[in-house]
């Protein structure tokens, strides 16, 4: 049974730094494109960063030179490096892959159970 769970969420100042990372288990064939995704309360879930296969990257505007996404293939793992925070970042941080769990499947998208990141001013 594919899971994703992050770590690495928690409080922090404005101006400070969070790295938050999550992992892949269980057995899968491949796994595609990765991302962040964050929520608040009566908001939709918006992108944050995503991450392809090849390690080409997106990012929202409101994180672009902030942020940064890694990704480490071998380990199934995929990393948000956060600087810079502002209390408009506290949400939260869910991760996201597109896994292949056989060959012959089509991928599927899989979500973490979401990580708080607060910050405060």
């Known amino acids: 049974q594919v899971q994703l769970v992050e770590s690495g969420g928690g409080s922090v100042q404005a101006g400070g730094s969070l790295t938050l990372s999550c992992t892949v288990s269980?057995?899968?064939?491949?796994?595609?494109?990765m991302g962040w995704y964050r929520q608040t309360p009566g908001k939709q879930r918006e992108l944050v960063a995503s991450?392809?296969?090849?390690?080409?990257?997106k990012y929202a505007d409101s994180t672009k030179g902030r942020f940064t996404i890694s990704r480490d293939n071998a380990k199934k793992m995929i990393y948000l490096q956060m600087n810079s925070l502002e209390p408009e970042d506290t949400a939260v941080y869910y991760c996201?892959?597109?896994?292949?769990?056989?060959?012959?499947?089509?991928?599927?998208?899989?979500w973490g159970q979401g990580t708080q990141v607060t910050v405060s001013s």
């Open positions: 996201t892959a597109q896994i292949r769990v056989h060959f012959w499947k089509t991928p599927h998208d899989y």
């Open positions: 269980g057995s899968t064939f491949s796994i595609e494109d």
């Open positions: 991450i392809s296969t090849g390690g080409i990257t």
